[in-house]
């Protein structure tokens, strides 16, 4: 490919609200033993399952989560709801996942010098949008007053990078000049707060990257795009079932299984290998090995994997500064942790620098780009 395209911006948009281990286990509890209560009779005669008690100790060590962000608090932690409770707006209010949209991607635009008239496409990209149609993305598009075109994607955890590839090959065929890529997880809304093994995991956030040409770049920090990588494998070890067709089944459209969850100890098994081959296998289409790599930005799920991943590459542990963990504070965002990782951890490389940014999910997905600082 004879013309390069680089990444020039990202923006973070981090909500105002927190919840700490504590302040969510205690929640959790409470729910807990209201339930056993409630069902005291059919949890003696084993036809229910009692809710077990958890414990802040017990998060941070199966996650290294110590906290979350979370749109909207109101209403998570009540035991009665053990959901957020976020007002629904009319047709003509801008929607809530595009508003968190619309503040990540003006501070990406405000880091690669790029008003909206030099945007060509807006792809919205993460686990979860609001609605079917019509697209955040058009909505989002709309909004910031920028020509050309816009969708939406949905690729689970790997959602970000699988959009940063599609805006990438958009560029290199002359599509677009400047691509915008969203990512605006709001997933608090499908968290199972009753549900021991996964309240704890997810957080809110919303992520967006400038990719374009060399030719058009003027950022004070770019990354030229070495290439990318994508793979997918069908699992059910990661499910989300929610979706119009409960409608039509006569099910519960909140039920337990609509709702995000997982065999854990399955997908840490299958997943930690799968991520650290494909990385391997595409440093090596540029002739470098694990070590050449400067900082490693990874999808952040649970800090164990991430420590397992980084020492099978490296043959041991990584430092913090090698692959900065942001999870501990904002926990699993869906497929915008690796971008996070890199807002947060980017400016202090110099001319060179080789990194790889790589997210991992539920599909199984997995998508990279080897990038390296102009």
Not at 215 to 233: C, M, P, W
Not at 322 to 344: C, H, K, M, Q, W
Request: proline share 3%.
């Amino acid at each position: 490919m004879s013309k390069k395209i680089l990444i020039s911006g990202v923006g973070l948009w981090t909500p105002e609200h927190v919840i700490t281990n504590e302040e969510l286990v205690d929640s959790y509890n409470a729910y807990a033993d209201k339930y056993n209560a409630e069902n005291a009779a059919e949890i003696d005669a084993g036809n229910v399952v009692a809710k077990p008690h958890s414990s802040a100790e017990f998060i941070q060590k199966a996650s290294g989560i110590k906290q979350r962000y979370i749109y909207r608090k109101d209403g998570a932690l009540d035991v009665d709801r053990m959901r957020p409770l976020i007002p629904e707006r009319t047709d003509e209010e801008l929607s809530h996942q595009a508003e968190i949209a619309v503040v990540a991607a003006k501070k990406a635009l405000a880091a690669a010098n790029k008003k909206p008239e030099d945007i060509d496409a807006v792809i919205v990209s993460c686990a979860y949008t609001q609605r079917a149609y019509p697209a955040v993305a058009i909505e989002v598009q709309h909004e910031l007053g920028i020509s050309g075109f816009a969708f939406d994607m949905l690729v689970a955890c790997s959602a970000a990078t699988f959009g940063m590839h599609r805006a990438y090959e958009m560029v290199a065929a002359g599509n677009a000049r400047a691509v915008l890529v969203i990512n605006p997880e709001l997933v608090s809304p499908q968290v199972n707060y009753t549900d021991r093994d996964s309240h704890f995991i997810f957080g809110d956030v919303a992520t967006a990257t400038v990719v374009e040409s060399e030719e058009t770049a003027n950022a004070e920090h770019v990354f030229d795009i070495l290439s990318t990588k994508a793979v997918t494998r069908f699992s059910n070890n990661i499910r989300s079932n929610f979706g119009y067709m409960s409608r039509a089944h006569d099910a519960d459209p909140y039920g337990a299984d609509k709702l995000f969850h997982q065999e854990g100890r399955k997908v840490f098994k299958e997943v930690c290998p799968m991520a650290a081959e494909h990385i391997e296998t595409h440093l090596q289409q540029h002739d470098l090995a694990p070590a050449d790599v400067r900082r490693w930005w990874l999808h952040q799920a649970n800090i164990n994997m991430n420590l397992l991943i980084a020492k099978r590459l490296l043959g041991r542990e990584a430092t913090a500064d090698e692959a900065p963990i942001v999870l501990d504070r904002y926990a699993n965002t869906a497929s915008a942790g690796s971008v996070i990782a890199f807002a947060l951890h980017h400016d202090d490389l110099q001319r060179g620098d080789v990194g790889v940014l790589c997210s991992f999910g539920a599909g199984y997905s997995i998508g990279s780009l080897v990038v390296q600082k102009r």
